[in-house]
C-alpha cells in the first residue's frame, strides 16, 4: 500500500538516554545488534532479552554523539527498560535516565531517522514540546500490510524474537556476547521456529480469534483491520493454503517481489 501525502502521526514511544565514557561499550554487551559502530545521528533496531532470549523490549538505538545513545521502545516498557540497564551497569561509567519526550512520524518525506516499521518512506522524531499530530491507530493498516509486530499484540515476554522474525532485523550473529545470544543462535543455526508471524487476507478477523486448515488449529490471530490481519502461523501450513477464521476464507499475503 504506498501513500503519496506527507503526514504526521503522533507514536506512542518511550525514552530512555545512555550516556557516558562507557556508554557504547556498556550497550554493546547488553543489546542483541551491534551498535558500537552507529555514527551520530544514525539508528539500528535491537533487542534487550533474558539469559533465556525472552524479549524484554523491543528497541531502536540511537546514537546522538559520541558517548550518548538513545534507546526508543514502547511507551509502556521505558521503565522496563531503564530498570534492566541500571541492575547490569556495575561499575560502567555511564548514566541512565528516562526521557520526557514525545514521539512523532512523519510519513512521506521528513527530519529524523528512518522507520521502516510501516511499508512506506517515513522518519521518526521525538521533541519536548507537543506537535498537532494524528493518532497511531491510522497507521494500524500500514503496520499490519507491513507484518511489523508490535508489543502487547505480537510481542510479549513468551516470544521468541525469530518467531516474529526479528532475528533477520533486530539480531547480529557476528558480535560478541549479549544476554540471550546463545538461545538465538542454537535456534538459528540448528532449528527453526515452529511458527513464524505472517500476514493474512482475510474480509473479517479479531484478536484473539483461533485459524483453521481443514480441522486443524494452525495459528490465531494478533492484530486486524477490514481486509488484513497478524497472526502466528505454524510452520508446516504452505503459502497456498486455504484458511479458515470465522468461518471466513483466509489466505496468506505474500509480499511483492523487491524490484
Known amino acids: 500500500m504506498a501513500t503519496t501525502t506527507s503526514t504526521l502521526y503522533r507514536l506512542h514511544r518511550g525514552y530512555v538516554a545512555v550516556s557516558g565514557p562507557d556508554a557504547s561499550e556498556f550497550l554493546e554487551r547488553m543489546v542483541s545488534n551491534e551498535v558500537a559502530s552507529l555514527e551520530p545521528g544514525e539508528a539500528r533496531p535491537a533487542l534487550l532479552l533474558t539469559p533465556k532470549s525472552r524479549i524484554i523490549a523491543p528497541l531502536r ?13 514502547d511507551a509502556a516498557l521505558a521503565e522496563v527498560v531503564a530498570s534492566a540497564l ?18 512523532y512520524l512523519q510519513v512521506g518525506s521528513g527530519e529524523g531517522i528512518r522507520n521502516d516499521d510501516y ?10 514540546e507537543e506537535r498537532a499530530a494524528a493518532e497511531q491507530s491510522e497507521l494500524e493498516r500500514l503496520r499490519i500490510e507491513a507484518g511489523t509486530p508490535v508489543w502487547g499484540r505480537e510481542l510479549d515476554e513468551t516470544i521468541l524474537p525469530a518467531e516474529a522474525g526479528l ?46 486448515l481443514g480441522e486443524k ?36 499475503h505474500l509480499p511483492s517481489p523487491r524490484p
Open 61 to 73: 538505538v540511537v546514537r546522538e554523539d559520541g558517548d550518548s545513545f538513545l534507546l526508543i521502545t
Open 86 to 103: 541500571r541492575r547490569a551497569r556495575f561499575a560502567a561509567k555511564c548514566e541512565i535516565e528516562l526521557k520526557p519526550y514525545r514521539g
Open 119 to 128: 511499508g512506506v518512506e517515513a522518519f521518526e522524531s521525538w521533541a519536548e
Open 167 to 212: 532475528d533477520e532485523t533486530h539480531v547480529s550473529f557476528t558480535k560478541g556476547c549479549y544476554p540471550g545470544q546463545e538461545p538465538i543462535a542454537r535456534l538459528h543455526y540448528r532449528g527453526q521456529p515452529n511458527r513464524r508471524l505472517r500476514v493474512l487476507e482475510v474480509e473479517d478477523a479479531r484478536p484473539g480469534d483461533e485459524i483453521f
Open 217 to 252: 488449529a494452525v495459528g490465531r490471530v494478533t492484530s486486524a483491520v477490514p481486509g488484513r490481519a497478524l497472526a502466528y502461523i505454524r510452520r508446516e501450513v504452505s503459502d497456498d493454503a486455504v484458511l479458515q477464521i470465522g468461518g471466513a476464507e483466509a489466505r496468506l
